[in-house]
């Protein structure tokens, strides 16, 4: 990979393009030759009497002159941005971060161009074009490296307008379509047909502030997917692809066609639940417990997390278990941690939960719903938490008639995003998907699962002990009696004894194959051993494949890091979070155990166990159907045969 000297975009270079932009803001005349003009350009005057601005920006690209029959319109971005008020003669501070933002995204955008231009024959080439002593030979040069120092600038200008106004967003989203008037004769001609299409698509969509900023920035990202793909087959861009620019006022790195994403934490408004809040699911509590930490590990300067490179991190999870058992609370539990720990640190924290209400009947809505949601997770710059609750009535199951196209939309988006061929983990978010019926999860999305959560709720006496004094509260005088109130929570002790359940299999199924195996080649004690077992499972559930086993040795590599960081490592950044990421990586790597047979066939029967309890419910359900359907076939027999007598 090309590493990348980052040189500093200074702020006299970008100052020096304020009137520039300023005045492309203000008023240009552009004649669209892409896209289909739907809005008058020109916005209305905001009072009686006023004059409208006559200023337009024309191209100063030394030696260019561009000529066309059509006519040329006028567009006023700044008074169409003003408009969106109510014909508040005042503009709202909203539009005034927006305009502010455009043009510095506008100056930012030109100084990069001017960059690229030194760092090319592009300067030179100019100055001779506007001498006319440019040479037949070279213009061809000419043509391609100015066609590249548009794509430059084009898309320098989206990607800063997405960072600078990143503050500004809300919930609200806008659909504006695919950009369509992306130029290439010059960067100012550029320019002007991307603010030409701004300008048309504030007027199709920005109703007010809200929307105005939802707008603008849903252009930007359709500005930059467009000149990146555009890019793709341009020559000439190594001048910008291979360097980057660091804006330090704004804190904004432009590294060639990638987005400078700005770091936005989420508000959190949910009720968060302490660890002891948390009765029974001692596995599940204790590895949301160690995954909470392990995020906290990533790296921001690396993007990278140690616990990804040593291969124990949970990047997406199942928790399933039947309703009431505490999977709410669990969620609630983890996202306080991560909040507080993210808060310590001064770290953006992002949490962000997929829905029912995004499934939408809207052709398409739906994909974009769940890619938007993947991407707001996946951002490098946060630490971040997504969950889907209830994920068997949101992805539809393929093969079943009562999914939806919305559902399976969604389906193929978390497939693709959980493994698929682009998926990149970097270990600063995990994804976690709940349901109280996983069997009705579509097989290949709940095998993308890398770990299971079995969240049974309260199990034991001491469990429904612990719990009832729990909820009571404070508000009485009622003895507690014969019990050690939370001792059975306490957390090592809880776990390891859930883990030593699992050295035999709980499910029937798994349980016949188990003993059949143990009988032919004894004790598993070595990795053909153990292979022959996992291959019997194969045998008796045909959906346990590669990637079934793939989950089990990410399992227990997890396993083999089974320690948690401490809390002063956490509550004191200095001692571990701001450290070097290499000096991170081997303080982690000192606190590693070695791989044990206990483990891995714990492992295997955690996983196969799940798996298999899956398919009962889902054997058992469809027996259900079929002896409720023959029952009614056997009495709509009946009532006929009665009727016809």
């Given at each position: 990979?090309?590493?990348?000297?980052?040189?500093?975009?200074?702020?006299?270079?970008?100052k020096?393009?304020?009137?520039?932009?300023?005045?492309?803001?203000?008023?240009?005349?552009?004649?669209?030759?892409?896209?289909?003009?739907?809005?008058?350009?020109?916005?209305?005057?905001?009072?009686?009497?006023?004059?409208?601005?006559?200023?337009?920006?024309?191209?100063t690209?030394?030696?260019?002159?561009?000529?066309?029959?059509?006519?040329?319109?006028?567009?006023?971005?700044?008074?169409?941005?003003?408009?969106?008020?109510?014909?508040?003669?005042?503009?709202?501070?909203?539009?005034?971060?927006?305009?502010?933002?455009?043009?510095?995204?506008?100056?930012?955008?030109?100084?990069?161009?001017e960059?690229?231009?030194?760092?090319?024959?592009?300067?030179?080439?100019?100055?001779?074009?506007?001498?006319?002593r440019?040479?037949?030979?070279?213009?061809?040069?000419?043509?391609?490296?100015?066609?590249?120092?548009?794509?430059?600038?084009?898309?320098?200008?989206?990607?800063?307008?997405?960072?600078?106004?990143?503050p500004?967003?809300?919930?609200?989203?806008?659909?504006?379509?695919?950009?369509?008037?992306?130029?290439?004769?010059?960067?100012?001609?550029?320019l002007?047909?991307?603010?030409?299409?701004?300008?048309?698509?504030?007027a199709?969509?920005?109703?007010?502030?809200?929307?105005?900023?939802?707008?603008?920035?849903?252009?930007?990202?359709?500005?930059?997917?467009?000149v990146?793909?555009?890019?793709?087959?341009?020559p000439?861009?190594?001048?910008?692809?291979?360097?980057?620019?660091?804006?330090?006022?704004?804190?904004?790195?432009?590294?060639?066609?990638?987005?400078?994403?700005?770091?936005?934490?989420?508000?959190?408004?949910?009720?968060?639940?302490?660890?002891?809040?948390?009765?029974g699911n001692h596995?599940?509590k204790?590895?949301?417990?160690?995954?909470?930490?392990?995020?906290?590990?990533y790296?921001?300067?690396?993007?990278?997390?140690?616990?990804?490179?040593?291969?124990?991190?949970?990047?997406?999870?199942?928790?399933?278990?039947?309703?009431?058992?505490g999977?709410?609370?669990?969620?609630?539990?983890?996202?306080?941690?991560?909040?507080?720990?993210?808060?310590?640190?001064?770290?953006?924290?992002?949490?962000?939960?997929?829905?029912?209400?995004?499934?939408?009947?809207?052709?398409?809505?739906?994909?974009?719903?769940?890619?938007?949601?993947?991407?707001?997770?996946?951002?490098?710059?946060?630490?971040?938490?997504?969950?889907?609750?209830?994920?068997?009535?949101?992805?539809?199951?393929?093969?079943?008639?009562?999914?939806?196209?919305?559902?399976?939309?969604?389906?193929?988006?978390?497939?693709?995003?959980?493994?698929?061929?682009?998926?990149?983990?970097?270990?600063?978010?995990?994804?976690?998907?709940?349901?109280?019926?996983?069997?009705?999860?579509?097989?290949?999305?709940?095998?993308?699962?890398?770990?299971?959560?079995?969240?049974?709720?309260?199990?034991?006496?001491?469990d429904?002990?612990?719990?009832?004094?729990?909820?009571?509260?404070?508000?009485?005088?009622?003895?507690?009696?014969?019990?050690?109130?939370?001792?059975?929570?306490?957390?090592?002790?809880?776990?390891?004894?859930?883990f030593?359940?699992?050295?035999?299999?709980?499910?029937?199924?798994?349980?016949?194959?188990?003993?059949?195996?143990?009988?032919?080649?004894?004790?598993?004690?070595?990795?053909?051993?153990?292979?022959?077992?996992?291959?019997?499972?194969?045998?008796?559930?045909?959906?346990?494949?590669?990637?079934?086993?793939?989950?089990?040795?990410?399992?227990?590599?997890?396993?083999?890091?089974?320690?948690?960081?401490p809390?002063?490592w956490?509550?004191?950044?200095?001692?571990?979070?701001?450290?070097?990421?290499?000096?991170?990586?081997?303080?982690?790597?000192?606190?590693?155990?070695?791989?044990?047979?206990?483990?891995?066939?714990?492992?295997?029967?955690?996983?196969?166990?799940?798996?298999?309890?899956?398919?009962?419910?889902?054997?058992?359900?469809?027996?259900?159907?079929?002896?409720?359907?023959?029952?009614?076939?056997?009495?709509?027999?009946?009532?006929?045969?009665?009727?016809?007598?």
């Amino acid at each position: 990979m090309a590493t990348r000297d980052t040189m500093e975009l200074r702020e006299d270079d970008i100052k020096s393009h304020y009137l520039a932009a300023t005045e492309m803001l203000m008023g240009i005349d552009h004649t669209p030759r892409i896209g289909t003009a739907r809005y008058s350009v020109t916005a209305p005057e905001k009072s009686p009497g006023v004059a409208a601005m006559g200023r337009r920006f024309r191209s100063t690209t030394p030696g260019l002159v561009t000529r066309s029959t059509a006519r040329a319109e006028g567009v006023r971005l700044m008074d169409r941005i003003a408009e969106k008020d109510e014909d508040d003669p005042l503009t709202s501070p909203v539009q005034a971060a927006v305009s502010q933002g455009l043009r510095r995204a506008l100056a930012i955008a030109l100084a990069v161009g001017e960059q690229y231009a030194r760092q090319t024959p592009l300067t030179e080439l100019k100055k001779a074009n506007l001498e006319t002593r440019l040479a037949p030979e070279r213009k061809a040069e000419f043509t391609e490296l100015l066609a590249a120092e548009a794509l430059a600038v084009l898309y320098t200008f989206g990607n800063a307008t997405a960072f600078l106004l990143a503050p500004q967003a809300t919930e609200r989203s806008a659909e504006i379509g695919p950009v369509e008037e992306v130029l290439t004769d010059n960067a100012p001609l550029a320019l002007h047909g991307a603010i030409w299409e701004l300008d048309q698509a504030i007027a199709a969509h920005a109703e007010e502030d809200a929307s105005l900023v939802a707008t603008v920035l849903a252009y930007a990202e359709q500005l930059m997917a467009k000149v990146a793909l555009r890019a793709e087959s341009a020559p000439r861009l190594s001048g910008f692809t291979a360097a980057s620019w660091r804006v330090e006022a704004d804190g904004l790195t432009i590294a060639g066609f990638k987005p400078a994403l700005a770091a936005k934490g989420t508000a959190l408004t949910m009720t968060f639940k302490k660890p002891n809040e948390v009765v029974g699911n001692h596995i599940a509590k204790y590895q949301s417990l160690r995954l909470a930490k392990m995020l906290m590990a990533y790296d921001f300067e690396r993007k990278l997390n140690p616990f990804a490179e040593m291969g124990g991190f949970i990047f997406t999870f199942m928790g399933d278990g039947a309703p009431g058992t505490g999977k709410t609370t669990l969620i609630q539990m983890m996202a306080g941690l991560l909040n507080d720990y993210c808060k310590a640190a001064g770290y953006p924290f992002r949490y962000q939960n997929f829905s029912i209400d995004q499934i939408d009947s809207y052709q398409g809505k739906s994909g974009q719903n769940a890619k938007a949601f993947i991407t707001n997770v996946l951002d490098p710059a946060v630490i971040g938490f997504g969950t889907i609750d209830d994920i068997d009535q949101i992805a539809g199951k393929r093969g079943d008639k009562q999914s939806s196209a919305g559902q399976l939309e969604v389906t193929a988006v978390f497939m693709e995003a959980f493994a698929g061929a682009n998926t990149v983990v970097r270990g600063n978010c995990t994804f976690g998907m709940f349901s109280n019926y996983p069997e009705n999860v579509d097989d290949a999305l709940r095998q993308r699962a890398g770990a299971r959560f079995l969240v049974d709720g309260p199990q034991t006496r001491e469990d429904y002990i612990d719990i009832l004094a729990l909820l009571m509260g404070k508000n009485h005088a009622i003895p507690l009696g014969q019990h050690d109130l939370y001792a059975a929570q306490e957390m090592k002790r809880a776990v390891a004894a859930s883990f030593e359940g699992h050295s035999r299999p709980h499910e029937v199924g798994l349980l016949n194959v188990w003993d059949k195996v143990s009988s032919q080649i004894g004790a598993l004690d070595t990795i053909a051993k153990l292979g022959t077992y996992l291959k019997a499972i194969q045998e008796a559930d045909a959906r346990f494949t590669g990637r079934a086993i793939k989950n089990i040795t990410d399992a227990v590599k997890v396993r083999a890091m089974d320690f948690e960081l401490p809390d002063a490592w956490l509550e004191e950044p200095d001692l571990f979070l701001f450290k070097p990421y290499d000096e991170k990586l081997s303080m982690i790597r000192g606190m590693t155990q070695k791989i044990t047979v206990d483990m891995v066939i714990q492992e295997i029967n955690r996983y196969a166990d799940s798996e298999f309890r899956y398919a009962d419910k889902s054997d058992e359900i469809a027996i259900q159907n079929m002896v409720r359907d023959f029952g009614r076939h056997e009495e709509a027999k009946r009532r006929y045969m009665e009727g016809k007598g």
